[in-house]
């Protein structure tokens, strides 16, 4: 069967944010401010620099104000800095330091709803709704992401329809892309087929972007699932790194080096530097002291050690 694939992928690399805010050890901000920095070298061209979520919740990501500050000087115009919020609390924290784009993230399920976001998903579609339309009147991207559009770590596997709602709702409030989520990534390829068709209903295919977890090892087939459909953009994290706090047991997302391989393999463009990627997603690993998660890079690293 053949398939007309983009000549360019946007890999979105949400390490900074997704990769870390499951570490039970502070990341200090001059290591968070190190990777950013090393993913620029690498060629990233958006990425997820933080989210203005609250302390509480969240405590790795406590230091959002103080990083958003001290990347300031170094802020690249052709870079877009992303930053989830889920309130105007977030939003007007987060506006201070003009994010490219902010994320408002919902879910497919009611159960994951209120485990991470403490409401259910209409009441957060209430809250979001002025968020997107502060943002939009400063000039920023709205992004929306869809958690849990497979499968639910509470609920089990998701209906679709579920997917087709929360799509819509956030198209109505205003979010300008869609991002459907593998939250604990039990998805196959077929499984996230269905979920981005239900997405469809309501989006246009250039909106939707895939964001997929490495749990049972699907996320680059997944990856694969969703270019075949014509998305053209994904979330990934260097090294593999994360998890959710709010969705134990699960994995990072998939590898950016992972995906970079096999989209250079298939002729894709993204802009990205393998080998300078490797040096970013080794660098924080050795900080965390942790394994590699990106089967590529090992493959790489003992390819250059042999
Ligand atoms: C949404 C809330 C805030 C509701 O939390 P809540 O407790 O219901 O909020 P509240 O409005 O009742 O406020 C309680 C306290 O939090 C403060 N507060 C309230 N909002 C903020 C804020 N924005 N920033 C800082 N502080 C805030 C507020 O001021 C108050 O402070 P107090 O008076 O007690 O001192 C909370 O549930 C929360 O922060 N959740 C975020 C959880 C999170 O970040 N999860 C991970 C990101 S989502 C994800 O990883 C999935 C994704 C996107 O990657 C896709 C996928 O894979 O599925």
Known sequence: MSHSYPEHVTIVDVSPRDGLQNEAMTVPKAVKQTLINDLIAAGVKKLEATSFVSPKWVPQMGDNSELMTALADSRRDDVIYSVLVPNMRGFDNAIAHRPDEIVIFGS???????????????????????????????????????????GCPYEGEID????????????EIGAEQIG?????????PLKVQRALQA????????????????????AVS??????????????????????????KGATGNVATEDVVY????????????????????????EFLGRRNGSSVARALINKRQS
Request: with cysteine.
């Open 108 to 150: 497919a399920s009611e159960t994951f709803s209120q485990k991470n976001i403490n409401c259910s998903i209409d009441e957060s579609i209430e809250r979001f709704a002025p968020v997107a339309a502060a943002a939009k009147a400063q000039n920023i991207k709205v992004r929306g992401v869809i958690s849990c559009t497979v």
């Open 160 to 171: 679709p329809s579920q997917v087709a709602y929360v799509t819509k709702r956030l198209v």
């Open 180 to 188: 459907i989520a593998d939250t604990i990534g039990v998805g196959t």
């Open 199 to 218: 997405a469809l209903e309501y989006a246009d295919i250039s909106m939707l972007s895939g964001h997929f977890h490495d749990t049972y090892g699907q």
């Open 222 to 247: 997944n990856t694969l699932a969703a270019l075949q459909m014509g998305v053209s953009e994904f979330d990934t994290s260097v090294a593999g790194l994360g998890g959710c706090p709010y969705a």
């Open 262 to 285: 096999m989209l250079h393999g298939m002729g894709i463009n993204t802009g990205i530097d393998l080998d300078k990627l490797v040096v970013a997603g080794e660098r924080i690993s």
